[in-house]
C-alpha cells in the first residue's frame, strides 16, 4: 500500500480556513495550518499552494478580510479575520458538511443491520 495520504476532501478546505478564523481573532497563513494541523492531531495538512488561492478567493467573496501585520517572528504577513459575510458562510458550510458526513455514513452502515 501507498503513504498515508491526508488530503483534505474537495470542498472542506473553505470550511477548514473560516472555522480556524472564527476560533481566532486573526491568524496568518502559516498560523491558518498550524492550527488546523494541531486541532485535527496531525491528520490534516493543508499545503500553501491550496491555502492562499482559498484565502484570497474567500477575500473576494467577502468572507475574510486581510490586512498587513507583524507576526510572533517579527515578519510581516498578512492576518486574516473572519467578517459577518464569513460568518454566514461558516454556518452554510458546516450544514453542508453535516449533510454530507450523514449520507456517507448512511452509505457505509447500509447492509449492517
Known amino acids: 500500500m501507498g503513504a498515508k495520504k491526508n488530503d483534505i476532501l474537495q470542498g472542506t478546505l473553505a470550511l477548514l ?3 480556524s478564523l472564527a ?4 491568524l496568518h497563513g502559516y498560523a491558518i495550518t498550524v492550527h488546523i494541523e494541531r486541532v485535527s492531531d496531525q491528520l ?4 500553501e499552494g491550496s491555502l492562499y ?3 484570497h478567493r474567500m477575500e473576494q467573496e467577502g468572507w475574510v478580510r486581510a490586512e498587513w501585520g507583524t507576526t510572533e517572528k517579527n515578519r510581516e504577513a498578512r492576518f486574516y479575520s473572519l467578517t459577518p459575510l464569513g460568518r454566514k458562510q461558516l454556518a452554510r458550510e458546516e450544514d453542508n458538511w453535516a449533510r454530507l458526513t450523514e449520507g456517507v455514513s ?3 452502515r447500509y447492509g449492517l443491520a
Open 106 to 108: 448512511r452509505v457505509i
Open 17 to 19: 480556513i473560516l472555522k
Open 23 to 26: 476560533s481566532q481573532k486573526k
Open 53 to 55: 488561492p482559498a484565502l
Open 44 to 47: 490534516l495538512r493543508v499545503e
